[in-house]
């Protein structure tokens, strides 16, 4: 399971790094521009939908059991692991996917946290 951790860190990462970046470069245009562009409302709206939509990305992991760091071959992710354990036969892949859940959980958790942390406006002492 600790090779899907790590894959899962290493997806989360190329698409953070994907993500935040076009996500920027979309805001700051919106706020620029958005008065005199027509497909400024569409744009919001896809970003508004596309925001919560990560499990089609984390299944493209392709699912590799063997731990790689090339994201040009498979690789595992937790999801994936999560998937191919619950859905076995046998009584202790069932346990190690809810372990896997309550894993995939807390680290979404703790991002989610952490970027809340990062983001949040300071307070000015009167």
């Known amino acids: 399971m600790s090779h899907a951790i790590e894959g899962t860190a290493l997806l989360i990462a190329i698409a953070g790094a994907v993500g935040i ?15 005199e562009w027509w497909l400024a409302g569409p744009v919001r709206f896809v970003a508004d939908v596309l925001a919560g939509e990560t499990a089609p990305l984390l299944f493209t992991a392709l699912g590799s059991r063997l731990l790689t760091r090339n994201p040009n071959q ?31 959980i ?8 952490a970027i809340r942390c990062i983001a949040r406006k300071p307070r000015i002492a009167n």
């Open 106 to 113: 807390s680290l979404i958790f703790v991002l989610n946290l």
């Open 74 to 104: 498979p690789f595992p992710s937790l999801t994936v692991q999560i998937f191919t354990y619950a859905t076995g036969p046998y009584p202790e892949q069932k346990r190690l996917a809810w372990a896997g859940i309550l894993v995939l």
């Open 21 to 35: 970046s076009l996500g920027l470069l979309a805001g700051i245009y919106l706020a620029e521009y958005s008065r």
